[in-house]
């Protein structure tokens, strides 16, 4: 690592005060109201009924809907999963019937003949100012239909299967499209309101913009006075924060949704336990090695469909990130373990990645990247569909994450400080590891050797006192319980783990859980990190080279998930955001190719139509633009065609981002198309 380059030195443009943080502050509240008034306003209201076995209506929850537009299964089974009352209705062992009633008004443009139809698995039923309106399958039913509001209400039952329904409409000379939500609204007022908050966001953009073109006016006639001087010279800190909200808001949008349900129900395994812990004061939640607990001790659970057999005590992981999202549940005002819900649970894993990205930046910066690559670091970190969907998981590894990332800034503030505590804190976190998943001695490991290569050999002994300090508890925890069945589970795991170079190459393969997805990403960072290899940054190898070691010898017979690599993109990140520096620098097409047909190319096939994606001119014409200013330079260098090279690269950067803001808005239908791709 860089000393010269640690975080806690004092930068231009990194200067403390009070107005920096009000400033940052005013600028995340700007972006937030914008990103606001600019959200779908329009929808109908959708009462989302279950029919019990002797006919009668539940209500289950009531919502706006910006649309009847469910394409994907998920999409409706969540509004049952997160709202079903099980202290009331009971627990579902089947996924109950789906009964959806929406009414509100429509919004018709002009005066027309317009055309409906629905895509349903089940039953569907719609009418228009009261007069039914006949549906049919692969069918369009015209209506003549007078400009202004018009009452309209949609029924959609789903007894069994997957639901999925569409209500579409064609207007005058238009396309079949599902109906807009600015054409929908419970009433009148709620229509016009969504004009006017998009008129105000477009106000507030334009004055934005005059605001953004003024100061950068004063910062180029160089009057180096006033909030122009501060906003110059601390842009890294406004950029630091403008990511963060980025990074929340990609995170949050649909965050309850994708990953599916039960895609892996390691998710309720966490939250099952802990909120058991917290509440009956034992850990309880279903286990991969039931067979190994006594009869008496083992319940089986069918829910929404799913089977699941809870054993008592739980000791197939260590139980810190399950402690965690039980309290943040409990504080959430959750009754019954089978209430802790996605929408529930995954704020925690959310929120862990906004500090590591925080932490990421002193990271880079401790490994020897420049601000700029610093900041590009953490642009990666935050918009990479692949990283943003696996920390929505609730997994360990999440946790684990941070606590990585930690244990490395402390042990170069140790080396820096040389005092006791700083080693103390990097034992604190190693300890915290080995609560958090038994993948943590990577964490351990990892410490210890880069005290022992700085010659802090007592901070190694006190940073390891205190790791076996916590390994300690542990057991005790678990003597505290059951130290037999303790004991049988850990033998259990240990007989189940394989080793072979099979492992390394899984590690290879891009996975959010289980299944692939934007492999090219990926590969693009394992890529990037083997451009580090001979670089001086390549310190930032070690911590990725002992966790993939230990993960793969860890890994049990079935196979390496995707959550398995979530404490590694941080380091790869590091390295993505160095060779992004670089390749805008140097603007050539050594750089930009492998960067093309990776990352971008990926990006590119998710976000554009399929029609688009597949089209062999698109592609042609695509590669032809993008590598074109790199041949032309390459026959004739000279400032301008250096220049229109750089612009190429930047173009191709933003494009990155851009299209995988648009796959993370799309998410559903992108990532449902996705699932089962081997």
């Given at each position: 690592?860089?000393?010269?380059?640690?975080?806690?030195?004092?930068?231009?443009?990194?200067?403390?005060?009070?107005s920096?943080?009000?400033?940052v502050?005013?600028?995340?509240?700007?972006?937030?109201?914008?990103?606001?008034?600019?959200?779908?306003?329009g929808?109908?209201?959708?009462?989302?009924?279950?029919?019990?076995?002797?006919?009668?209506?539940?209500?289950?929850?009531?919502?706006?809907?910006?649309?009847?537009?469910?394409?994907?299964?998920?999409?409706?089974?969540?509004?049952?999963?997160?709202?079903?009352d099980?202290?009331?209705?009971?627990?579902?062992?089947?996924?109950?019937?789906?009964?959806v009633?929406w009414?509100?008004?429509?919004?018709?443009?002009?005066?027309?003949?317009?055309?409906?139809?629905?895509?349903?698995?089940?039953?569907?039923?719609?009418?228009?100012?009261?007069?039914?309106?006949?549906?049919?399958?692969?069918?369009?039913?015209?209506?003549?239909?007078?400009?202004?509001?018009?009452?309209?209400?949609?029924?959609?039952?789903?007894?069994?299967?997957e639901?999925?329904?569409?209500?579409?409409?064609?207007?005058?000379?238009?396309?079949?499209?599902?109906?807009?939500?600015?054409?929908?609204?419970?009433d009148g007022?709620?229509?016009?309101?969504?004009?006017?908050?998009?008129?105000?966001?477009?106000?507030?953009?334009?004055?934005?913009?005059?605001?953004?073109?003024?100061?950068?006016?004063?910062?180029?006639?160089r009057?180096?006075?006033?909030?122009?001087?501060?906003?110059?010279?601390?842009?890294?800190?406004?950029?630091?924060?403008?990511?963060?909200?980025l990074?929340?808001?990609?995170?949050?949008?649909?965050?309850?949704?994708?990953?599916?349900?039960?895609?892996?129900?390691?998710?309720?395994q966490?939250?099952?336990?802990?909120?058991?812990?917290?509440?009956?004061?034992?850990?309880v939640?279903?286990?991969?090695?039931?067979?190994?607990?006594?009869?008496?001790?083992?319940?089986?659970?069918?829910?929404?469909?799913?089977?699941?057999?809870?054993?008592?005590?739980?000791?197939?992981?260590p139980?810190?990130?399950?402690?965690?999202?039980?309290?943040?549940?409990?504080?959430?005002?959750?009754?019954?373990?089978?209430?802790?819900?996605?929408?529930?649970?995954?704020?925690?894993?959310?929120?862990?990645?906004?500090?590591?990205?925080l932490?990421?930046?002193?990271?880079?910066?401790?490994?020897?990247?420049?601000?700029?690559?610093?900041?590009?670091?953490?642009?990666?970190?935050?918009?990479?569909?692949?990283?943003v969907?696996?920390?929505?998981?609730?997994?360990?590894?999440?946790?684990?994450?941070?606590?990585f990332?930690?244990?490395?800034?402390?042990?170069?503030?140790?080396?820096?400080?040389?005092?006791?505590?700083?080693?103390?804190?990097?034992?604190?976190?190693?300890?915290l590891?080995?609560?958090?998943?038994a993948?943590g001695?990577?964490?351990?490991?990892t410490?210890?050797?880069?005290?022992?290569?700085?010659?802090?050999?007592?901070?190694?002994?006190?940073?390891?006192?205190?790791?076996?300090?916590?390994?300690?508890?542990?057991?005790?925890?678990?003597?505290?319980?059951?130290?037999g069945?303790?004991?049988?589970?850990?033998?259990?795991?240990?007989?189940?783990?394989?080793?072979?170079?099979e492992?390394?190459?899984?590690?290879?393969?891009?996975?959010?859980?289980?299944?692939?997805?934007?492999?090219?990403?990926y590969?693009?960072?394992?890529?990037?990190?083997?451009?580090?290899?001979?670089?001086?940054e390549?310190?930032?190898?070690?911590?990725?080279?002992i966790?993939?070691?230990?993960?793969?010898?860890?890994a049990?017979?079935?196979?390496l998930?995707?959550?398995n690599?979530?404490?590694?993109?941080?380091?790869?990140?590091v390295?993505?955001?160095?060779?992004?520096?670089?390749?805008?620098?140097?603007?050539?097409?050594?750089?930009?190719?492998?960067?093309?047909?990776?990352?971008?190319?990926?990006?590119?096939?998710?976000?554009?139509?399929?029609?688009?994606?597949?089209s062999?001119?698109?592609?042609?014409?695509?590669?032809?633009?993008?590598?074109?200013?790199?041949?032309?330079?390459?026959?004739?260098?000279t400032?301008?065609?250096?220049?229109?090279?750089?612009?190429?690269?930047l173009?191709?950067?933003?494009?990155?981002?851009?299209?995988?803001?648009?796959?993370?808005g799309?998410?559903?239908?992108?990532?449902?198309?996705?699932?089962?791709?081997?």
């Amino acid at each position: 690592m860089e000393r010269e380059l640690g975080p806690s030195e004092d930068r231009p443009g990194w200067r403390r005060g009070p107005s920096s943080y009000v400033l940052v502050v005013a600028a995340a509240a700007y972006l937030l109201l914008i990103w606001g008034l600019f959200r779908p306003t329009g929808g109908l209201p959708g009462a989302y009924y279950s029919r019990a076995t002797d006919g009668r209506e539940i209500l289950v929850h009531r919502r706006i809907d910006h649309g009847v537009d469910f394409p994907v299964p998920q999409q409706l089974d969540a509004a049952y999963l997160s709202h079903w009352d099980v202290k009331e209705w009971g627990v579902p062992d089947e996924r109950p019937p789906y009964l959806v009633r929406w009414s509100g008004l429509l919004l018709v443009p002009s005066n027309g003949k317009y055309g409906f139809s629905v895509d349903a698995r089940g039953e569907s039923a719609l009418s228009i100012d009261a007069v039914p309106v006949a549906l049919r399958p692969d069918a369009i039913t015209v209506r003549d239909l007078q400009a202004g509001l018009h009452r309209i209400a949609f029924d959609y039952l789903s007894a069994e299967g997957e639901a999925r329904v569409i209500l579409r409409w064609q207007p005058p000379g238009g396309a079949l499209r599902p109906i807009p939500a600015a054409s929908l609204g419970a009433d009148g007022a709620a229509i016009n309101r969504g004009r006017v908050r998009r008129l105000t966001g477009w106000s507030l953009i334009a004055v934005g913009a005059v605001a953004a073109l003024f100061a950068w006016a004063r910062a180029h006639r160089r009057r180096a006075g006033g909030e122009t001087a501060w906003i110059v010279a601390n842009r890294s800190r406004l950029a630091l924060g403008a990511i963060l909200i980025l990074a929340a808001l990609l995170r949050f949008h649909d965050y309850a949704l994708v990953p599916f349900h039960n895609e892996t129900a390691d998710e309720y395994q966490h939250a099952w336990e802990g909120w058991h812990l917290l509440h009956e004061g034992a850990p309880v939640s279903w286990s991969f090695f039931a067979g190994s607990y006594p009869a008496s001790q083992i319940h089986g659970l069918q829910w929404f469909g799913n089977g699941y057999v809870l054993v008592r005590p739980y000791f197939d992981h260590p139980p810190l990130m399950s402690i965690l999202v039980g309290l943040v549940s409990s504080l959430a005002g959750v009754n019954h373990f089978l209430e802790c819900t996605l929408s529930v649970m995954r704020p925690v894993p959310i929120i862990l990645s906004l500090i590591g990205i925080l932490l990421l930046h002193r990271l880079a910066l401790v490994y020897g990247a420049s601000e700029r690559h610093a900041l590009l670091a953490v642009l990666v970190y935050a918009v990479l569909p692949v990283i943003v969907m696996s920390h929505r998981l609730v997994k360990a590894e999440n946790l684990l994450a941070v606590l990585f990332m930690g244990a490395v800034l402390l042990v170069e503030r140790h080396d820096r400080s040389g005092k006791a505590q700083d080693a103390a804190l990097v034992g604190l976190l190693c300890g915290l590891s080995i609560w958090t998943k038994a993948p943590g001695v990577a964490v351990v490991v990892t410490a210890v050797v880069l005290l022992l290569s700085r010659r802090r050999f007592r901070g190694a002994a006190l940073a390891l006192l205190v790791t076996a300090g916590f390994l300690v508890l542990y057991l005790a925890y678990a003597a505290a319980f059951d130290f037999g069945i303790f004991l049988e589970i850990f033998r259990v795991q240990s007989t189940s783990k394989w080793a072979s170079f099979e492992g390394f190459l899984d590690l290879l393969q891009g996975r959010v859980v289980e299944l692939h997805f934007g492999r090219g990403w990926y590969l693009w960072l394992l890529l990037c990190a083997g451009v580090m290899a001979f670089r001086k940054e390549r310190a930032l190898l070690l911590p990725v080279a002992i966790y993939a070691g230990l993960i793969v010898l860890m890994a049990d017979f079935r196979v390496l998930y995707g959550w398995n690599r979530i404490p590694l993109y941080p380091f790869l990140c590091v390295a993505a955001g160095i060779y992004l520096g670089k390749m805008i620098e140097a603007s050539d097409l050594s750089r930009v190719f492998p960067f093309a047909i990776t990352a971008l190319a990926t990006g590119l096939t998710l976000a554009l139509p399929p029609p688009l994606a597949g089209s062999r001119p698109a592609v042609a014409l695509f590669a032809l633009v993008a590598v074109a200013p790199y041949l032309v330079r390459l026959a004739h260098e000279t400032p301008l065609t250096t220049r229109l090279a750089r612009a190429t690269t930047l173009a191709l950067v933003a494009l990155l981002l851009l299209t995988s803001v648009a796959v993370i808005g799309d998410l559903p239908e992108i990532y449902s198309a996705t699932r089962g791709v081997q």
